[in-house]
């Protein structure tokens, strides 16, 4: 049933190109294959993301098997070398494979747009702050950053540093590469906050 939906994600992704689950979407309904499943906006909202999802997921599951690794995040969904790959059982994966999660009520459906939105602005409020000035000059020292902040230093450092500590790349400390994920939110988040 859902074969031409794996197929044509595969066919997208396989040219090296990202996408967000949003224009993923768009693009599978611009060739037809995610239409309108419900007559109540939010149960079609509903539905046809966790049809996106539930193929994402299916697709991940077989490629796996041949060392290509589909990375599926909100904002960046792309095709990478297995080694790549994390643990691929996960909370998400479970809930989206599972077709018994299609039929959901309107009540449960708001407090998950909710839960969304208010996960959202948290963390859009979170990138926006600007540092203060201490924090600031500690970071440019951590990271060997001149100031005045040019985005594409602070975005070539953080490639410098994110291939130095990943955890798959041989460092066993998650924990620092999370922090350097964070410290590199803040450092963008103030440039365009100025």
């Not at 090296?16 to 993923?24: M, N, P, Q, R, Y």
């Not at 599926?72 to 077709?99: C, F, H, R, V």
Request: charge should be negative; include cysteine.
């Amino acid at each position: 049933m859902l074969r031409p939906i794996l197929d044509e994600i595969f066919s997208v992704l396989s040219n090296g190109a990202h996408f967000k689950v949003h224009t993923l979407a768009a693009h599978l309904q611009t060739v037809d294959l995610l239409q309108q499943l419900d007559e109540d906006p939010n149960q079609d909202l509903f539905k046809r993301n966790f049809v996106l999802m539930n193929s994402l997921y299916t697709l991940q599951s077989e490629l796996i098997e041949e060392d290509i690794y589909l990375h599926i995040d909100s904002m960046d969904i792309y095709l990478a070398d297995k080694g790549q790959a994390p643990e691929l059982n996960t909370p998400l994966s479970t809930y989206y494979l599972d077709w018994q999660n299609y039929q959901t009520d309107n009540e449960e459906i708001a407090a998950l747009l909710d839960s969304f939105w208010q996960r959202y602005a948290q963390s859009f409020h979170h990138q926006q702050n600007t540092l203060n000035k201490p924090h600031l000059e500690d970071l440019c020292l951590q990271w060997q950053l001149t100031q005045p902040l040019e985005e594409k230093a602070i975005r070539r450092r953080w490639r410098k540093l994110a291939i130095q500590h990943h955890p798959d790349k041989g460092s066993n400390d998650d924990t620092r590469f999370k922090q350097l994920q964070s410290e590199y939110q803040q450092l963008l988040g103030h440039i365009k906050s100025i």
